[in-house]
């Protein structure tokens, strides 16, 4: 049937449309961001019940419209109930979210982002761990092409015992030497775990217990991508 086609998705988030329906934003393994609108998923007796939440991982049967797609059908792969039933890892969940909506493209297929949230959410239904979000922040970055330079001055290239790397700022595009430094100040441990969550350590990172130092990894992740996405991320300062 034309217009019709097949994607797994994760519900972004929904607003309401007109009485009982709601607008429904997915991101889907194979078109990208979608649009579509869940008729009906309102009244008591919907279809789609809470299938089409936020956090949902759905597999999916939507018609092609001009404007917004409609959802035919909705099957649930995941509803990540250990994450619904613990706040922290709830509010986690949201600031995973909200940054794939923030980064992801309308039909522009990115099949990694889709795998990369769902692996995300997985992990974190598995158990909540402290560098989780910002670990999966500094991997999205450098998805975006915004990996940061981290073993030499992202200004002069200094580099070696002389450059003393002391400040972080994405904008820059990542550590910065004494000379140069703008941004916010970053540490040696701090400079190691970034290297660390983006040298493919990530699943050891994700064991390492709450330190001062994760909290400032966590800043710095909070920040890089408040700064490429030029606007604050919502979910995370409401945490
Ligand atoms: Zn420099």
Same mark, same amino acid.
């Given at each position: 049937m034309p217009g019709l086609y097949r994607d797994s998705g994760v519900v972004l988030r929904t607003i309401k449309l007109g009485e009982a329906d709601r607008i429904v934003t997915f991101v889907t393994q194979a078109h990208g961001k979608v649009r579509a609108v869940a008729k009906g998923?309102?009244?008591?007796? &919907?279809?789609?019940g809470a299938r089409v939440e936020p956090l949902s991982h759905v597999s999916l049967l939507l018609y092609e419209g001009r404007d917004l797609d409609i959802v035919s059908q909705a099957e649930t792969l995941d509803h990540f109930r250990a994450i619904r039933e613990d706040l922290d890892r709830m509010s986690s969940a949201m600031a995973l979210l909200e940054a794939v909506d923030q980064v992801s493209q309308e039909r522009e297929p990115n099949a990694r982002l889709y795998q990369m949230l769902v692996g995300a959410l997985r992990s974190l239904a598995a158990r909540d761990a402290p560098l989780l979000v910002p670990a999966f922040f500094w991997k999205l970055l450098s998805l975006e092409g915004a990996h940061p330079v981290l073993?030499?001055?992202? &200004?002069?290239?200094a580099s070696g015992?002389?450059?003393?790397?002391v400040a972080f700022d994405l904008t820059e595009g990542g550590a910065l030497c004494r000379t140069c430094r703008r941004g916010g100040p970053v540490s040696p441990d701090g400079l190691a775990m970034i290297r660390r969550i983006l040298g493919g350590d990530l699943a050891r990172v994700l064991d390492e217990p709450r330190t001062p130092v994760t909290d400032e990894v966590s800043r710095l992740a909070t920040r890089a991508l408040e700064d490429h996405i030029e606007r604050r991320l919502r979910s995370i300062h409401i945490l």
């Open positions: 998923v309102r009244k008591t007796k &919907s279809r789609f073993d030499q001055c992202a &200004s002069c290239g015992e002389d450059a003393e790397l």
